[in-house]
């Protein structure tokens, strides 16, 4: 769980992730996005200051757990 992070490696998480998805923006086609997927796009869009990082990371659990599938 991310929350149990100290606040610099939850910091240190956040723009890792951010990095990623806009590095390889184009693993996400708008065509296939759901609901939860333009939301954590639009959430890593905005950085983590302005942005809840209990729902960015919920969202990211979420989009693990379809992967898996």
Do not use: M, Y
Not at 36 to 63: C, H, K, Q, V, W
């Amino acid at each position: 769980s991310i929350s149990g992070r100290s606040k610099t490696g939850q910091a240190a998480w956040w723009e890792g992730i951010c990095n990623a998805l806009s590095r390889f923006r184009s693993a996400w086609p708008k065509k296939g996005l759901t609901k939860d997927d333009r939301r954590l796009l639009e959430i890593a869009d905005n950085g983590a200051g302005r942005s809840n990082l209990t729902e960015f990371a919920a969202l990211i659990a979420l989009r693990q757990e379809r992967n898996l599938v």
